[in-house]
């Protein structure tokens, strides 16, 4: 799960801009269509934070259905600077 968390980060990188910090709640694979749900929590540059999940497929290294739950947190655009990782096995690195 691990690697799939990585990865999906990176997709949010390029979907969201002035991202801080991601912290994973929860990730599951759904084996029916062998896509994830992954809970996250995201901070921005500002210090404000939100809760969504989304959908990721691994193999297309796409987002599928993606919970935006408050657009002045959720900004479309591309995060450029180095963002804070917590997975849900409570490892952390910056990427």
């Known amino acids: 799960m691990l690697a799939v968390e990585k990865q999906s980060v990176q997709v949010l990188k390029n979907t969201f801009a002035d991202i801080a910090e991601v912290k994973f709640e929860r990730s599951a694979k759904n084996d029916m269509t062998g896509s994830y749900g992954l809970f996250v929590t995201?901070?921005?540059?500002?210090?404000?934070?939100?809760?969504f999940s989304y959908g990721f497929?691994?193999?297309?290294?796409?987002?599928?259905e993606l919970g935006v739950e408050d657009r002045a947190i959720q900004i479309k655009g591309i995060t450029k600077n180095k963002i804070r990782m917590i997975y849900t096995s409570g490892e952390e690195e910056e990427i």
């Open 42 to 51: 995201m901070k921005n540059t500002k210090g404000q934070s939100v809760y």
């Open 57 to 64: 497929w691994k193999e297309s290294n796409k987002l599928g």
